[in-house]
């Protein structure tokens, strides 16, 4: 008898801590879940400063190539190393290491997406204005 009532005894308490373990996880999800408000002007503003913080890194960048000569792979590999640097500077410093809190879509097409292909373009004008400029005039 006195087997069985300490299983039994050892059974309650495995169900007292996997209730206490679930009570507790309940509880951190909903603080979790006070925190995680959106305020959707604030994202607007953010994806706002981030595409007039990628459109001028891509003019700059683009300057840069082409006042220093690069052509063919080395301007594009140039172009995708600015923009993966700045980037990730942009994820650790800016947003602390936190994306999901400054942008409603994920990291990457928040951070990396849309400034890769917002600013290609204005990169390839100034690239081949200032390699015209510096090297063939």
Known sequence: MSSSSARQTTSRNDN??????????????????????????????NAQINTKTFTSLSILSGSIAGILGATDWIGFVWYCATILVVGGVTVVFRCKNEPKRFAAESVGSAIFGQGFSGGFASFILFWTLFYNVCHLF
């Open 16 to 45: 007292n801590t996997n209730a206490h373990k679930q009570q507790r996880r309940r509880n951190l999800e909903e603080k979790e879940e006070k925190y995680l408000f959106v305020n959707g002007e604030s994202i607007a503003h």
